[in-house]
Each structure stands twice: as C-alpha cells, then as structure tokens.
C-alpha cells in the first residue's frame, strides 16, 4: 500500500503526540488510534498503517534482551541495567534469557544494536581465521 507524504506527516505528528517525556504513552496511543477509526478522516488507513509502523519501531528500539550461558545473579543483573539505562535511557524494557550454547559471556540486543561478548562468538571468530 502506498502512503502519500501528507499521510506520513500526519502519522509522524499523531505518533509525537503520543510521546511523555520521550518515552510512548500506551494510553494515548490508544486513544488515537480509536479517534481515528471513529472519525475516519481522508487517508486514515494509510495514517494507521504509518503510526503502527512508527509505534512497533519504538517499542523494539527500547526494549532489550540479554542472553547469558547461566541465569545472571541479581548484583550483575542490576548492574547490567544500570548501563543499559545510562546508555540507552530510561523507558528500555529489560529481559534476561539463558543461553547454554554462549558457553560464557553475555549477548546484549537493543533494537537493532548487538553486542556480542560471547564466547562462541569469539571462538567461531578464531575457526574462521584458520
């Protein structure tokens, strides 16, 4: 489907609106989404298709995923976190998951920016320079 430019711009407007202090209301954004569709204004299901597209960008940008070979202790946990929120801000949703197959380290994903300090990553790294 083909959205015009005057779609984009009022989707982008519609999706600032739905901002708090740089972090997405939930609330509001549903509540846009269903004035919207009551109203139906020229162009709105291109506007929908727009915002989902800006608000499902959003919400993988601030949520975060840490893989570790073991369950990590709370102290490294919290620790983990607080980088996290120093460099990404406050709003990232955290999640830690165990990974046996890392064999050691940690694989940190937030939106689109990986860092792999694994050691299989290393160690698949050292077989290929063979």
Do not use: W
């Not at 800006?54 to 601030?62: C, S």
């Not at 990232?92 to 792999?116: K, M, T």
Request: hydrophobic share 40%; charged share 25%.
């Amino acid at each position: 489907m083909k959205i015009t430019k005057l779609e984009q711009r009022e989707a982008r407007q519609l999706f600032r609106s739905c901002l708090v202090n740089g972090v997405l209301d939930e609330n509001k954004v549903r509540q846009t989404v269903t004035l919207l569709v009551s109203q139906k204004p020229r162009g709105y299901v291109g506007i929908l298709t727009r915002l989902h597209r800006l608000v499902k960008l959003n919400v993988e940008q601030h949520a975060a995923v840490v893989e570790s070979a073991t369950m990590l202790p709370e102290n490294l946990r919290a620790e983990v976190a607080g980088r996290i929120g120093q460099i990404y801000g406050q709003g990232i949703s955290l999640s830690f998951a165990e990974n046996p197959a890392l064999l050691g380290g940690l694989r940190i994903q937030v939106g689109s920016d990986l860092y792999d300090g694994s050691v299989k990553t290393r160690l698949d790294k050292l077989a290929q320079s063979f």
